[in-house]
């Protein structure tokens, strides 16, 4: 079992910036992908951003590459998601998931196990 917990989001003005926290515990140990996904009301969850604790490698989805930032501090099984020049159409319920072990596609919801609860993020305009 894996424990997902976030913080971070809030109310922000467009063109602002938010931060968001995630921490992994439990069976972290074999590695895993940790991902930001996001949703809004009648919508299925969009893909944001993945980090891998085996590779420097990261993801972005085509809406926030340039403006967000996924990073991710291993010693601490804890990733983050800097989102700058935050816009209105970014306002969302944001959570973060784990896929361990890291079988699935990055991009996809259905791959990954364990949830964080969601934080929301709002950008008034």
């Known amino acids: 079992q894996v424990h997902v917990v976030e913080s971070g989001g809030g109310l922000v003005q467009a063109g602002g910036s938010l931060r968001l926290s995630c921490t992994a515990s439990?069976?972290?140990?074999?590695?895993?992908?940790m991902a930001w996904f996001r949703q809004t009301p009648g919508k299925e969850r969009e893909f944001v951003a993945a980090?891998?604790?085996?590779?420097?490698?990261?993801y972005y989805g085509d809406s926030v590459r340039g403006r967000f930032t996924i990073s991710r501090d291993n010693a601490k099984d804890t990733g983050f998601l800097q989102m700058n020049s935050l816009k209105p159409e970014d306002t969302a319920v944001y959570y973060c998931?784990?896929?361990?072990?890291?079988?699935?596609?990055?991009?996809?919801?259905?791959?990954?196990?364990?949830w964080g609860q969601g934080t929301q993020v709002t950008v008034s305009s």
């Open positions: 439990g069976r972290t140990f074999t590695g895993y992908t």
């Open positions: 980090s891998f604790t085996w590779k420097s490698d990261t």
């Open positions: 998931a784990v896929d361990v072990p890291p079988l699935g596609n990055t991009y996809d919801y259905a791959s990954y196990e364990y």
